[in-house]
């Protein structure tokens, strides 16, 4: 089988970069889906709150895949579902289905767009028995929304991430009995709009700096207990209660799922968990991309969709200019070619979790969208942001949480040093 | 009427089951569980040790050298994952090198083969995550890894291909002395039996007492364990243990057959057999133990924490004897470690207790040939093509993690002895035993049974007896 450009994944950033390498001139563009539809998780997210920023709608989950969809249909697309993609190189492809078997796709660029996976108890390693009625939000709601089935009706969610959140309201609104969201950290990760809509609405309480420290039952769940932490997120003895509940959901944090990435070789970051790219979102690989929660775990689709299109549209131009040219000297993407070009890298400083992309191309001009995270929610800060030791730009933030990702855009000529981004926190 | 009742389908009734299979008698296994493996021979190191730990002269030093061996035969026969890694004993100061020089002798004297004491520098070459400084260790060539529940599986498929019966979800309430022989009352059914096998693990004080038998000063001693995801496998090549103490052989970290890191366990006597809860304080001893001898444990990328029971007794022992007051009933009691490693050799042992050269049944000489069902992912490609042919479903990948397909999950449920949970296939075919833990696949893994097996999907339990996993449909119902 032959191709131009492979993208991993039909959820969200693989149809966005797909439709984005098509429209920029890709004559070939294939999709591999594990699943057997595309839109990948947000077919199971029913809830509204989608597009807000890229359509200026309202939208559910199906109903922004839909959109992408439709159109990567139009534009003629192709798709091979329920088809597992078991190996990758900037130009090879393995992968399994039950019609074709072992399947061999020859490709002259691969974008990465797996998604990410949801961290489990055993991740944050709770004490206790290993009885049913134990899962991750992300499974509660695949078992609700697309089987249709109820999965508990007392309910403890652990960790205040955005799909527990969402969870909590679902649950309630089909019966369920939400007793409380704990939440180990002193603020929750949670967008705010999430906070109020799926919890006070519904009185459901937010325990801040709590945790679960034992689960209870041998075959299904019949309580958990739960204590306060300190400010080091040490359990504070004395404060431990039991709560009666038949199910114990977890939104502990997502994972960007790289096996594929790691097995080919490619370099990960140990703060995001997705490979290091340059500003093309370019990988280590030569002409193997990343994009969407496979990269970095977002908050927002929206986001997803712009990254994922600047992502194929930087996958057509090294398919392009580079792979199908004639002319050798044409190079775009250089992420582990330092040798012609000096490497600009992007540092997390103070009070930053990370920056994206980790490498900065210089080989053309343009401007540079640079993401991060704060470690911690900061009450007036400013951001700095460094080329070398000189101040380029200070930009003041009433609030800043690690919840919600920031931008920073940057025009290329005034870049001729390493990026370095802190925040200084005003008193 | 049975010639041989078997109590408990973990890995010791197992091999009884299969060595007894190979005559012309009727046995048959009585299980509480809905399936084999699930006490002790579900959560253990999974190691087939090389020997040379027990006592010289024991039936402990008797049946784990000859089991090892046994072993290896039998994986290959059944198409186990079986890897003979050879063993480690750390020794961290002079003091416990005296105690590498007695396991040396006591293996010398076991019959152990391939046994090697080793200079730190020597230790390092094969292990360099061991801290620096480590004094000595002993090395086993003979010691291996194995998966305990698939070889409990197995050896349970082939006993029931060969004539054994087996009933799950049976627990003995009572067994009453008749001329001949016994009635077992087991869940709704009774039967009578002219021999019992007592081999219930963790209960078998309980079974003899119920038959108005001995007691072996019995006690459960739980085990915790961390499992580390599979990018981590390399970590250590051998499986490797500090010196052993009075408690036990240690805190262990070992490798896997499926390539993870397997680091446990502790050794907490517990009053209630049953509790496989893990602690905090365990989790934190485990950490702190294996500490002692390696650097930089990858305990960051944890995929599951589990704990089991061991079936300890007064005896340092294994217990394995005819009962002193019921004739025809034969105890095995106090099956700690090494009793994985010496199952196929106890169960020798219990085929000569059972019958003497006059009283032996006839072999026979055709038997059902079985091999564990190979999974997709570990075939070569000329075969992945052929079960393609074959199946097609190979081709659609269910768990993501462990690469398993609708092909090897539909083999697994077409098996005699498979029971229609959510854990039975992960026991069976890893699907839901990676990083992710089934977050994937496990709804899909339930509807497959559901669909596939025409059951309701709201019988289908994660791991048998109430561990239902939902209670019934949305407001808007099931899709479809």
């Known amino acids: 089988m032959q191709t131009d450009l492979v993208v991993v994944g039909a959820g969200p950033a693989g149809l966005a970069a797909a439709i984005a390498a098509k429209k920029a001139g890709v004559e070939r563009v294939l999709v591999i889906e594990r699943d057997s539809e595309a839109g990948g998780i947000l077919n199971q997210c029913i809830h509204s709150g989608f597009g807000l920023s890229y359509f200026n709608l309202e939208l559910t989950g199906p109903e922004y895949a839909t959109r992408f969809i439709e159109q990567a249909m139009d534009i003629g697309i192709e798709f ?286 343009g401007d540079v969208d640079i993401f991060f995270r704060v470690k911690q929610p900061i009450r007036k800060g400013i951001v700095v942001v460094y080329c070398g030791d000189k101040e380029l730009l200070r930009l003041s933030k009433e609030y800043l949480a690690p919840g919600e990702m920031q931008l920073i855009n940057l025009n290329k000529q005034d870049i001729t040093d390493d990026i370095s981004v802190e925040v200084e926190v005003l008193r | 009427m049975y010639d041989v009742a078997i109590i408990g389908a973990g890995i010791v009734g197992a091999a009884v089951a299969y060595t007894l299979s190979h005559y012309d008698i009727k046995t048959i296994v009585v299980e509480q569980h809905d399936d084999v493996a699930k006490g002790t021979t579900r959560a253990n190191t999974a190691i087939i040790h090389a020997g040379y730990d027990p006592k010289p002269g024991s039936l402990m030093a008797k049946t784990n050298v000859r089991g090892s061996i046994l072993w290896e035969q039998l994986a290959m026969t059944l198409g186990l994952e079986y890897i003979k890694t050879g063993s480690l004993v750390v020794a961290r100061n002079e003091q416990e090198a005296v105690t590498i020089q007695q396991l040396y002798r006591n293996g010398i004297e076991n019959g152990v083969a391939e046994l090697e004491i080793l200079s730190a520098e020597q230790t390092h070459q094969l292990e360099p995550n061991l801290r620096q400084d480590i004094f000595c260790s002993l090395y086993a060539k003979n010691a291996a890894i194995i998966n305990p529940y698939q070889s409990c599986i197995a050896l349970s498929e082939y006993a029931a291909r060969n004539g054994v019966n087996f009933m799950f979800s049976s627990m003995v309430t009572d067994i009453s002395v008749i001329e001949g022989g016994y009635y077992v009352t087991a869940g709704n059914n009774l039967f009578k039996t002219k021999y019992i096998v007592n081999a219930a693990g963790i209960g078998a004080e309980d079974i003899s007492y119920m038959a108005g038998g001995e007691g072996f000063g019995s006690y459960s001693v739980k085990g915790e364990y961390y499992l580390i995801d599979r990018k981590h496998g390399g970590y250590t090549k051998k499986v490797v243990f500090p010196v052993p103490s009075t408690s036990g052989k240690g805190v262990v970290v070992a490798p896997t057959v499926h390539g993870n890191l397997l680091i446990g366990p502790t050794s907490d006597r517990v009053s209630d057999g049953d509790n496989t809860a893990v602690t905090a304080e365990g989790l934190e001893t485990i950490r702190a133990q294996a500490s002692l001898l390696f650097n930089n444990l990858p305990f960051y990328d944890n995929i599951r924490n589990f704990a089991g029971n061991r079936a300890y007794i007064s005896s340092d022992d294994f217990h394995l004897a005819m009962s002193s007051t019921l004739p025809g009933f034969i105890n095995l009691a106090g099956i700690k470690s090494p009793g994985l490693s010496s199952a196929p050799a106890l169960a020798e042992e219990v085929f000569t207790l059972l019958f003497t050269d006059e009283t032996a049944p006839k072999r026979k000489t055709e038997m059902v040939p079985y091999r564990y069902p190979q999974r997709f992912k570990e075939m070569s490609e000329e075969e992945q093509q052929e079960a393609l042919k074959r199946q097609p479903r190979y081709g659609q990948v269910i768990c993501r993690c462990e690469t398993v397909t609708e092909g090897d999950i539909l083999q697994a449920l077409s098996e005699t002895l498979t029971p229609l949970t959510i854990s039975a296939i992960k026991r069976r075919v890893n699907a839901g035993m990676g990083r992710c833990q089934g977050g994937f696949c496990s709804v899909k893994v339930h509807e497959l049974i559901a669909r596939h097996m025409g059951v309701p999907y709201e019988s289908v339990t994660m791991d048998g007896t109430n561990s239902f996993i939902v209670f019934g449909d949305t407001k808007k119902g099931a899709r479809g």
Not at chain 1, 144 to 171: F, T, Y
Not at chain 1, 243 to 267: F, M, Q
Not at chain 1, 331 to 341: K, P
């Open chain 1, 80 to 365: 091979l579902f329920d088809t597992m993609v078991l190996s990758v190189a900037t130009n090879m492809v393995r992968a399994l289905n039950a019609n074709d078997g072992n399947i061999y796709v020859e490709c002259k660029a691969v974008v990465l767009a797996m998604g990410c996976r949801e961290r489990t108890r055993f991740a944050i390693a709770i004490p206790g028995t290993r009885p049913s009625g134990v899962m991750t939000a992300g499974l509660a709601q695949r078992y609700i929304n697309i089987e249709g089935k109820i999965i508990g009706k007392r309910v403890i969610i652990l960790g205040s991430g955005d799909i527990g959140l969402i969870m909590a309201r679902r649950l309630t609104l089909e019966g369920a009995e939400v007793l409380a969201c704990v939440e180990i950290m002193p603020y929750s990760s949670g967008l705010s709009r999430n906070i109020s809509q799926c919890l006070d609405d519904f009185e459901i309480p937010l325990l801040l700096s709590h945790t679960v420290t034992e689960i209870h039952g041998k075959r299904r769940l019949v309580g958990v207990t739960i204590s306060q932490v300190d400010e080091n997120r040490r359990i504070i003895e004395g404060t431990d209660r039991y709560i009666e509940c038949d199910t114990l959901l977890l939104s502990v944090g997502l994972i960007p799922e790289n096996e594929l990435s790691s097995d080919a070789g490619i370099l990960l970051d140990d703060v995001t968990k997705g490979p290091i790219v340059n500003d093309y979102n370019e990988t280590s690989q030569r002409g193997v991309f990343a994009s969407g929660n496979v990269l970095q775990v977002h908050d927002l689709v929206d986001f997803v969709s712009l990254e994922a299109e600047r992502t194929g549209r930087a996958a057509a131009k090294y398919i392009l200019d580079f792979v199908s040219s004639t002319d050798a000297n044409r190079r775009v993407c250089n992420a582990d070619q330092s040798e012609q070009q000096p490497e600009i890298h992007t540092i997390a400083k103070e009070n930053i979790s990370y920056l994206l992309p980790q490498r900065i191309v210089l080989e053309d001009h």
